[in-house]
């Protein structure tokens, strides 16, 4: 038996791909499925079934692309009208070679939410591993806020196919979800590649409360909302489009400007304090793996974007992840890098940069940071709060006449939350290098909210 | 975390790496440990344990090598006089970053033996996973045979070992064991590539009885016993010799000609009927992927090795595997493969390929199967049985004025079978294509014994 | 500069990128685009121009895929008619960064063939290299005879295209030709990657004669015609489909039997003894490296392919080179192998193997050779001639009631031939491993024909 | 034929692997020998014979490790008294297959220095090919400079090898040469990858003066000689060290500041701009891509050396390239790169940053360019010159009291300089992007000196 873990590293999100027998399935591949391919080559696989867990919200599927080029079925949970697939049920039961493929539907992420229990017919009608999508991660459950009408009621089917649905399968059965650590689709996901039901029945918190208590928990959770995700729904919803042919290509800076004149978005993908210390003017400060994770917040899918390395080593993944999440309008990149801009002789932008020991305390500071990680681990006294991905939306919060101190975790997201800024014409800004990290690090003095974060009432 | 599992194909071998926080174990390394130094720098781990589950008869550990190149500390059980590394108990625990390896001397297979299992401190002090060398597979427990005068009192130890140490861990501990199906370490492995403690529970054969069947069941086992393990053990106990820095060279047919009349051993990694149509004289026929399976059986450790494929794209992994079970006296490979011979005009051996069809049930049949396989699924009515790890030693049970049909369960210990007979002279032998399980497929008779694979006393 | 020569194997095919300061040409890339843009992508090149030496009969061109990729321009001679792609004429020149490629039209081969002339005008105006397409090669220049009422004429043209455009370039020009050695394009390339006039005025047996003898010369030489040139042809002018999105699969041995009951072709990629000792009944006998040579003789484009390796290693490479013929109804592959097939209990087929020591003079020996080498080298007095690739067209000269020994140079075309045989009914057949060659290693006896290879009226 | 030159790409050295009928000669192997023994076995060839054209001064030679893994002989000039290998003279002739290379005495860069002419026995007995070592190079001809008391006898010696040994080889003849644009063994060697005599001898400066014009143009010419080349002498006399076996580990940001304290080397291989804003106080920036160029002026070879990284992508690069030049006492990287460091909460360094639009000419501007490019292309009117890798000899010329612009081509060599003054305890320093690249792009004013190139008299 085959089970291989696919990561799309800066999703966080897993795909699986399982086999035996001649025969393999694969469970929400990602759109470039090359891997996929690959792996039922080397293996002797015959992909036969495609399993969308949910209609994903946070890159576009694959699932399209990859039947067409195996000729597999695809198949989604019936509670959504999707435009393509076969919709299917619980206790639908798929062969793949002698395994089985069970579903149950698990609402509560999504209204179409499935699991899928796969059996070894080989051995025993017993359960052996479940594909638990974004219902259960290592150390969390899926976020049930797309509904902001319905939070209570999702919160409170989620809580019943957990209960109802997954942990009666048995403690020793190995739970493989759809998300790891560091995912935007669950705040807690713990830092564990597989987990069973029995290791999350006694280390996951979301398991350890009764019905009414995870509800509440959940309604009160917060979870960001990057503009982008309402086009992965739309695509995902009939399938997306096919990845373009045009492949990106390198730009001279003369085509880099021009371009930028005429709308592009230069995206700068290398770390804080290369952008600070030089930059081309209005580009985009997104360090390279956190394309996936911020692009989505920023760019639209109407202007081509091209990138910026230092060495142009970083683009290729840069692409990827971009069109992950369905950005296929990649012009191309600036050949020779940020170096080759700098020789050109043009412009170059450049903010300042200070340790967390330079931080001054009169200015104006802005935190950054996911608001339930400020909340939960304090903040720098007086700071101001704007998350990384909603800057340009509160723009007016940030004053222009006073010295900005931006700081996040580590300083990535503060570059990008510079580099907004310097769109808008923003001049004082120092991006605080280590982040809030290091400020605990050196132990430097923090101030905590009093408001729980979960509401009593 | 990660946690990464590295098969050694042949052998069935599992070996792990696991890391988080910047450290990293490797349990039971193979002698080619480039793949977990790039594992450890693709995650920016740095490898500061080495734990060898028990000495291995069945390959070459790397625990010396890597450690060498690494600085890391190697760590087996105490009831084992090694001469170099380390001796853990009962208890001991150890730090790889946030994880902790907590020893379990879960002896059985070997005195020695002992399992290890990991908690995740920055989620709780529960088991997560317990790595159980050759203590408990999927489907399977490891082989009590090693000393033949302590049978019983092995397997007694394996029981206590699972009873008591390894199965009160939970149901939801993942286990990973240090074997896979296929491997000569346990007879029934089955095919999934992890388990757990629960899933174990509720399938596993050996799991079913209680000590004094299972006691019985133990002591009634047959395995085989390669003559390599014993320099597999002598190696293991003081650490292997380095792999030579000699790397393997192209011969021509004249080289390979010269070298073999010399002494040098020509193995033909090809496929039976590629062998049986034409092959070098003398040559030893065992296909890519049953080097570390079988050469273990006939070739001797002072003898050089020259390998000959059809189109040599299989040598360098058949050096790989030759290598893992410590040949080291490997010469090179027959340049352009066996077509090259043949274009040199010089003699080529061969022999008769048959179907399951054409086997006539009055000539001589030869079956080389597993005794285990021959007796759980029966045989051609009539037909003698020689392992084909042993033929050499039963030479002379073999008619050499018969036509000799060989069968084995595909093919290719057939061929190896056939093999050997060529090289003591005989000349009327046919290997049939497709083995046993052809036969089957076919529906032709079967004959089974009478006796149980259990003595019943 | 860059320039990187792009082989493709069993085509002996030369494709060619060059570049430097930011831009890039590709020559005459083939169907398989991504080593292009792998390339471009790694030197930071965009492609920003592709030239076709000419219409290419022996492949399917990539420039219309490649131009789709890059948004490059394809560029080829005028004096044809392409439906795609801009026609250029002598001296016409374009600009690959500092880089210049001048067109000289160098008809012969055909009539639309061009070189291009490489300067770098960084350094001086002086040629450094020439692109020459099919008009000379390293010890050969191109074949003449695609017009058979023109043969003259098209001679007469290339001896003007050297003699008046290419060797006055100057001795010290770098010469990379559009074939290597074993090309079906020329019959005695030689075998050495690149060359130079200098090199090529002193040593290459064409540029040795007079502006008569070589058009004589030219005019008695034979080549083959395999019958897809016809449609690489009628592809090139209009630009091949694009590779289709579906990738083959595995079959089990059922479905394998199944597609070729309705007309699918099976063909073998193994060596000749693996055929001879057991293939699946009806399958073609086409060795990996031998598949993008010699399927074009006996595959037409309308059914289906399915190939079948000893362990599926050479598979992926065989759909490689059939899809640069053109081969896009390619179904899969027999999963598992020959070995599944054997396992399966199905029928099997085979034929004899003999050493050149063993062939029966006596008997009927069909040499497949191609027939200039046969002429050149000799043959074994009283052999009967047809080449591997006309079996079919020549199948009554072949006696169904004789045993047959079919030799080629080495055993690969032979085995060809005989599965040919094989499928129209023939039982008598027995390949000659090692072919022509061992019986000249072996120094057995050799007839010579008496008319010289080139007509002297 | 199989002719592969093998790019060290930082020291833009050349090494090459010819072969044919089963045999290899390796030309100037580097230290890291994988890619010759995978070059051989991909090609089926033995390499049997290893050849250094020189003692080379700038990396550490891998003949003897080759020789070790291959069996074959290593084979030097005999003009110089090597501890290993076998010394060769002028008509000394090695088969290699069917090629045969012929050692031609070139004396000039050094006394031992040997070219080696290729033919192709199968062809003809003309040269095909020269290895020309540091004797001629595309557009350049080796530096005379390593005996300066014997200036104007080897520049002589190489005049005369030049005319009487390599260009009589004939125009046709390609020459394939040790090093490629950008090595310091060659100031203005030309970018293409091979040439060809005619060529050279149409376009190659040095090859269109009068001897006695020659000698004066070599006697004046300078380069520079770093500190290392004296250990690369030392070692390539004698062979040098095997590879160590111990590999690179991460380090932890505590572990990195313990370990610089206690004397290792830091050395940052990100950008100008990216060390500008935020460094590891005391560390050295030599970008990824300068390691073998510039470490060796700066780095001793009895210290550790820890390299940092941005995300730690480039540290596996920077190691082979610091091993290349005999730097086996690496112990490891900054895990994580220098966001871990600065997440530690350390201090961190800093400098400033400019383009050339914002250099103030009032200001000490230091030019670190290599002194011969700065009198060719001109420089910033009152700028004071020290070449970047002989900054800590001339230390005291650089004033600690006024602002400094550091500028060289681009920025990488101006972000070497400026660390090392701020290990020296500058802090008034800010690196010019782009260098005098957009200096001159940006068209702001040149000063030239008066005094030739090359002296009259």
Request: hydrophobic share 40%; net charge negative; glycine share 12%.
């Amino acid at each position: 038996m085959i089970i291989e873990r696919i990561v799309s590293d800066g999703l966080a999100h897993n795909s699986y791909l399982i086999g035996a027998g001649g025969e393999a399935a694969v469970i929400d591949p990602r759109r470039d499925t090359g891997v996929y391919l690959d792996l039922a080559e080397q293996h002797g696989l015959a992909i036969t079934h495609i399993f969308e867990t949910h209609r994903n919200e946070d890159y576009c599927v694959g699932s399209l692309e990859l039947a067409e080029k195996t000729g597999a079925q695809v198949l989604h949970g019936a509670q959504m009208d999707f435009t393509y697939g076969v919709p299917v049920r619980d206790g639908d039961e798929f062969s793949v070679g002698p395994l089985r493929l069970r579903v149950l539907e698990t609402p509560g992420h999504t209204d179409e939410s499935i699991s899928l229990v796969l059996t070894d017919t080989r051995v025993s009608r017993d359960p052996f591993l479940v594909f638990t999508g974004d219902a259960l991660f290592a150390g969390d459950v899926g976020r049930t806020d797309f509904f902001p009408d319905r939070l209570g009621e999702m919160a409170g089917k989620l809580h019943d196919s957990l209960w109802k649905k997954i942990l009666p399968l048995g403690d020793g059965v190995i739970v493989c979800p759809a998300h790891g650590a560091g995912s935007v689709c669950g705040g807690g996901i713990a830092d564990r590649p597989l987990t069973t039901i029995g290791y999350e029945k006694r280390t996951n918190p979301a398991l350890d409360m009764d019905r009414d208590t995870f509800i509440r928990f959940k309604v009160a959770e917060r979870h960001y909302y990057p503009p982008y995700f309402a086009v992965m729904e739309r695509y995902n919803r009939a399938g997306p489009p096919p990845i373009p042919a045009r492949t990106p290509r390198p730009f001279s800076p003369d085509e880099v400007a021009g371009a930028a004149a005429k709308g592009a978005l230069v995206v700068d993908i290398r770390g804080p304090s290369a952008f600070a210390a030089g930059h081309i003017p209005g580009s985009l400060s997104i360090w390279q793996r956190g394309i996936s994770s911020f692009l989505g917040y920023y760019a639209d899918y109407t202007h081509p974007i091209i990138f910026v390395d230092e060495f142009d080593c970083g683009v290729t993944d840069a692409v990827v992840q971009a069109r992950r999440i369905g950005y296929d309008l990649i012009s191309g990149y600036c050949a020779g890098g940020m170096t080759a801009w700098a020789r050109s002789g043009r412009l170059i932008g450049r903010c300042g940069t200070c340790t967390v020991h330079e931080v001054d305390a009169t200015r104006y500071i802005l935190d950054v940071r996911d608001i339930d990680v400020r909340k939960k681990t304090g903040h720098i006294p007086g700071s101001a709060h704007i998350y990384a991905g909603q800057i340009e939306g509160h723009i007016d919060e940030v004053p222009r006449d006073r010295d900005v101190y931006v700081i996040c975790d580590s300083g990535f997201k503060a570059s990008l939350a510079v580099s907004i800024l310097l769109r808008h014409g923003y001049t004082r800004l120092t991006t605080v290098l280590g982040g809030m990290t290091a400020w605990m690090n050196a132990g430097l003095p923090l101030e905590k909210e009093v408001a729980p974060l979960m509401g009593a009432a």
